[in-house]
């Protein structure tokens, strides 16, 4: 069975190389984990370009390699099994990483495994907080996804109960960061000014949470409109606007709706375990309320540490060491990857 596995991603924005060892008893160590970000040649047009990424990447990769080799104290010779990203994402940009593994994989004549990026997400809590249970539920909030998920095999079995109709969370602090003149990525800027606001000073709505909407999914535009409909409203009036509370207020919406979902959802489920994995987790008042409300419902709360919880090379990995785990077979090379991959497909 393979014991060293390298992970490539390259979905989005990060190219991210990862190195893992897998051991007897199926648990998986980080041996190294290395990153390269082409976020801040994004930030002036305020979202990701696409083709922006795709060159990013070219350049990026093989010295995101060669670091992570150099972390790790390893040669390439010393891989037994590569995985790679094969979607979702954006297609240029993860076409850059599954031609990189194809090279590695052909050249070092070893198996290759196209993974999915959501069920990396999940996978690499299992770096910090070792297996998962046989069944948890997981919440993925990042830029590109907002997602509930029933976890019954990480490398075989998940199932999405629902999903963002609209803007991701992730989307939406981007676009609330803009209007309040906050920088690019809106995630950690609002982070930072709601510690100075005051959650409650106003009432922004909590989208899909009627009686009437589906109640696993998630909408943001809304709550993203309402924002910048009373900050023009303020302006209109000449009124300073009160960046902090505004700022705690939305996020205090946001993390009320996912928190109330994911553990309305594992009720429903007779789940004992939540995870909580994607860019936006890295979020105080989201692991702070999400941490309140497991306690009170008698959840096991597990959320990975920053580093791992945004796109990165480990997270590939370790999936892809699960994979191997489980006896899944290789992809052959002529496999392409897919921008629209569903979260039902954990390998290709």
């Known amino acids: 069975m393979p014991r060293i596995i390298m992970g490539i991603e390259s979905s989005c924005d990060e190219t991210g190389v990862g190195l893992v060892r897998l051991h007897d008893d199926n648990t998986v160590e980080l041996l190294a984990d290395e990153v390269a970000s082409s976020v801040d040649q994004h930030a002036r047009f305020g979202g990701v370009v696409p083709e922006v990424a795709s060159r990013a990447h070219l350049e990026a990769m093989v010295p995101t390699v060669e670091r992570a080799f150099a972390t790790a104290g390893l040669k390439l010779s010393d891989v037994d099994a590569i995985a790679v990203t094969a979607g979702p994402g954006l297609a240029g940009a993860l076409l850059v990483g599954v031609a990189a593994a194809k090279a590695y994989a052909a050249a070092l004549d070893i198996p290759l495994y196209g993974v999915n990026h959501l069920a990396g997400h999940i996978a690499v809590d299992t770096l910090q907080h070792g297996p998962l249970p046989e069944r948890c539920l997981a919440l993925l909030v990042s830029g590109g996804h907002t997602q509930l998920l029933l976890v ?9 109960l629902g999903s963002t109709v609209d803007d991701a969370a992730g989307e ?81 919406a946001v993390a009320d709706v996912l928190t109330m979902k994911a553990i309305r959802a594992a009720k429903e489920h007779g789940v004992d375990t939540l995870v909580i994995s994607g860019g936006v987790a890295a979020n105080s008042r989201l692991s702070e309320l999400a941490a309140e409300r497991c306690a009170e419902a008698g959840i096991h709360l597990r959320v990975p540490r920053p580093r791992l919880c945004t796109d990165n090379g480990a997270m590939i990995a370790a999936l892809g060491a699960h994979v191997v785990a489980a006896g899944r077979p290789p992809a052959s090379l002529d496999f392409s990857a897919n921008p629209a991959l569903p979260v039902q497909i954990v390998s290709i």
């Open 152 to 160: 019954d095999d990480i490398a075989a079995e998940i199932t999405e």
């Open 172 to 252: 939406a602090y981007d676009k609330v960061a803009r209007v309040l003149g906050l920088p690019y990525p809106g995630g950690p800027p609002i982070d930072k000014a709601a510690k100075n606001g005051d959650g409650a000073a106003i009432a922004f709505p909590r989208g899909m949470t009627g009686p009437r909407d589906a109640k696993f999914d998630f909408s943001f535009s809304g709550l993203k409109t309402a924002v910048a409909r009373w900050v023009e409203g303020a302006e209109r009036r000449g009124e300073e606007i009160p960046v902090d509370d505004v700022a705690a207020s939305f996020q205090e």
